[in-house]
């Protein structure tokens, strides 16, 4: 068995890197400020979720001008099988749909003015793979784990030759997550010279209302008590193009990092950008970086997992369901403090035919401490592709393992995914599958609850029309 565990350990590792990256890059970015238009449409289909089977009807329409858009979208779910035991309202809904402020805000899928890049750009909606900066405070952040819980996020970039700011917030009812990167560009207000390629940046990141303490309310009752702790982290960072040639870019970076009453930490790191002659858009990007850290320090803190891992970080190591441990507890607490400095390394591949193709993947490794602050391996692999063929069939897969073996023995936490795959018959109608990873928190009495791992499956038909 231990055999088989190392053998697919290796071929994942090799997938990684053969295969390519769930990275800083979005392949819909390049082609998205050419869509213009206004969509209507309507979606029905079964989902199943955990042991329960639901119908689900969508109502959505999207509004896409030359800087300007938005997307509305109405969604409306009934139970057909509750082996689960879902609250409902008229025995046939969902309660937790219509229960909370966030469910109506997200009748709003999106808005936007502008596009990432712009000298200004404002965007307001779900957070997919959100990044700022090289991502080393938060990176590869995702707002849709938790089952029942839409977030609509903001971004917000103000980008010039001399100067620019990116401001990010998880949600907005309310934010959890807040904060910004600033940078300068010292030598461009001097005069236009290679000196300009030098990038100067701050940061500042908190989780307002991040949890120090989870119990169980008392009395034989349901639900939690939390209290509540300012977390924050600052960081300052400095980046230099090297080279910025017809086909090929390089830029090195270096990161430091402070987490307040925590630890230390700096990255050391290169992007390097690769594009092929030809009528064909196609590129190669890749980042390698080396990581130098203290022993209660966290790369990319606001990760990909960290909706869930601020409440319940590492499963429940040796807590009890009464008193999880959090994740800004575990540092606090846990990670070793006073203990040597220790390390890691990030690599990515990214291979990208605009419009048509993109394959990816990352490959982490840190040295990270455990509750009793010893030393053990911590892996993370990330692996995404995007495809378009024949003007008919898009493929959309992203897989996440957050920690392949504490002490590198075996998987130990669930993987983050989502998929999809969509048939267009013709302009109006389509068929698509979809699958997708979730996190549903159970609450008992006395008890502090705990997450369950869902697995959510749809398959159904669409309809639209575009002017």
Same mark, same amino acid.
């Given at each position: 068995?231990?055999?088989?565990?190392?053998?697919?350990?290796?071929?994942?590792?090799?997938?990684?890197?053969?295969?390519?990256?769930?990275?800083?890059?979005?392949?819909?970015?390049?082609?998205?400020?050419?869509?213009?238009?206004?969509?209507?449409?309507?979606?029905?289909?079964?989902?199943?979720?955990?042991?329960?089977?639901?119908?689900?009807?969508?109502?959505?329409?999207?509004?896409?001008?030359?800087?300007?858009?938005?997307?509305?979208?109405?969604?409306v779910?009934?139970?057909?099988?509750?082996?689960?035991?879902?609250?409902?309202?008229?025995?046939?809904?969902?309660?937790?749909?219509?229960?909370?402020?966030?469910?109506?805000?997200?009748?709003?899928?999106?808005?936007?003015y502008g596009?990432?890049?712009?000298?200004?750009?404002?965007?307001?909606?779900?957070?997919?793979?959100?990044?700022?900066?090289?991502?080393?405070?938060?990176?590869?952040?995702?707002?849709?784990?938790?089952?029942?819980?839409?977030?609509?996020?903001?971004?917000l970039?103000?980008?010039?030759?001399?100067?620019?700011?990116?401001?990010?917030?998880?949600?907005?009812?309310?934010?959890n997550?807040?904060?910004?990167?600033?940078?300068v560009?010292?030598?461009?207000?001097?005069?236009?010279?290679?000196?300009?390629?030098?990038?100067?940046g701050?940061?500042?990141?908190?989780?307002?209302?991040?949890?120090?303490?989870?119990?169980?309310?008392?009395?034989?009752?349901?639900?939690?008590?939390?209290?509540?702790?300012?977390?924050?982290?600052?960081?300052?960072?400095?980046?230099?193009?090297?080279?910025?040639?017809?086909?090929?870019?390089?830029?090195?970076?270096?990161?430091?990092?402070?987490?307040?009453?925590a630890?230390?930490?700096?990255?050391?790191?290169?992007?390097?950008?690769?594009?092929?002659?030809?009528?064909?858009?196609?590129?190669?990007?890749?980042?390698?970086?080396?990581?130098?850290?203290?022993?209660?320090?966290?790369?990319?803190?606001?990760?990909?997992?960290?909706?869930?891992?601020?409440?319940?970080?590492?499963?429940?190591?040796?807590?009890?369901?009464?008193?999880?441990?959090?994740?800004?507890?575990?540092?606090?607490? *846990?990670?070793?403090?006073?203990? !040597?400095?220790? /390390?890691? #390394?990030?690599?990515?591949?990214? %291979?990208? $035919?605009? &419009?048509?193709?993109?394959?990816?993947?990352?490959?982490?490794?840190?040295?990270?401490?455990?509750?009793?602050?010893?030393?053990?391996?911590?892996?993370?692999?990330?692996?995404?592709?995007?495809?378009?063929?024949?003007?008919?069939?898009?493929?959309?897969?992203?897989?996440?393992?957050?920690?392949?073996?504490?002490?590198?023995?075996?998987?130990?936490?669930?993987?983050?995914?989502?998929?999809?795959i969509?048939?267009?018959?013709?302009?109006?109608?389509?068929?698509?599958?979809?699958?997708?990873?979730?996190? *549903?928190?159970?609450?008992?009495? !006395?008890?502090? /609850?705990? #997450?369950?791992?869902?697995n959510? %499956?749809? $398959?159904? &038909?669409?309809?639209?029309?575009?002017?």
């Amino acid at each position: 068995m231990k055999n088989m565990r190392r053998i697919f350990l290796f071929f994942l590792i090799l997938a990684s890197f053969s295969a390519a990256a769930a990275v800083d890059f979005d392949p819909n970015e390049a082609y998205g400020r050419f869509r213009k238009g206004i969509s209507f449409g309507g979606a029905l289909f079964p989902s199943y979720q955990g042991s329960s089977l639901l119908l689900e009807l969508d109502l959505y329409g999207s509004f896409e001008f030359s800087s300007l858009g938005f997307g509305v979208g109405l969604p409306v779910r009934f139970i057909l099988r509750n082996d689960d035991d879902i609250p409902t309202t008229a025995k046939i809904f969902p309660k937790e749909d219509w229960d909370d402020a966030r469910d109506w805000v997200s009748i709003l899928n999106y808005f936007h003015y502008g596009h990432s890049g712009d000298m200004f750009y404002f965007y307001f909606g779900e957070q997919k793979n959100r990044y700022v900066g090289n991502g080393s405070i938060v990176g590869a952040y995702f707002g849709d784990l938790r089952l029942y819980h839409p977030q609509r996020g903001v971004n917000l970039e103000i980008n010039t030759d001399y100067a620019g700011l990116d401001f990010f917030m998880d949600d907005v009812t309310p934010p959890n997550v807040i904060g910004g990167r600033i940078y300068v560009k010292p030598i461009s207000f001097m005069k236009e010279s290679y000196g300009n390629n030098l990038e100067i940046g701050a940061s500042y990141f908190a989780d307002i209302f991040s949890p120090d303490q989870i119990t169980g309310k008392t009395d034989n009752d349901y639900g939690r008590e939390i209290t509540d702790s300012n977390f924050q982290i600052f960081g300052f960072d400095i980046s230099f193009r090297l080279f910025a040639m017809k086909y090929y870019q390089l830029t090195l970076y270096s990161d430091m990092n402070k987490i307040v009453d925590a630890g230390f930490g700096m990255h050391f790191g290169a992007k390097h950008k690769l594009m092929f002659p030809g009528s064909t858009d196609i590129q190669i990007l890749s980042r390698w970086e080396a990581r130098a850290m203290e022993a209660d320090y966290v790369p990319s803190y606001f990760n990909t997992f960290y909706d869930i891992e601020r409440e319940y970080y590492k499963g429940q190591g040796r807590s009890t369901l009464a008193t999880p441990t959090t994740k800004s507890q575990y540092l606090m607490s *846990y990670a070793g403090r006073g203990k !040597d400095w220790t /390390g890691g #390394y990030y690599l990515d591949l990214v %291979f990208d $035919i605009t &419009g048509t193709f993109s394959i990816g993947g990352s490959f982490e490794h840190n040295k990270l401490y455990n509750y009793e602050a010893k030393k053990y391996n911590n892996y993370q692999i990330n692996i995404f592709t995007d495809m378009f063929f024949f003007d008919s069939l898009a493929i959309d897969f992203l897989m996440t393992f957050q920690s392949l073996g504490e002490e590198g023995r075996m998987l130990r936490n669930r993987p983050y995914y989502r998929a999809s795959i969509t048939y267009y018959l013709n302009r109006y109608f389509s068929l698509g599958a979809s699958a997708a990873s979730k996190w *549903y928190l159970v609450e008992d009495r !006395d008890y502090a /609850g705990s #997450y369950s791992y869902f697995n959510c %499956f749809s $398959i159904g &038909g669409f309809a639209g029309v575009r002017f």
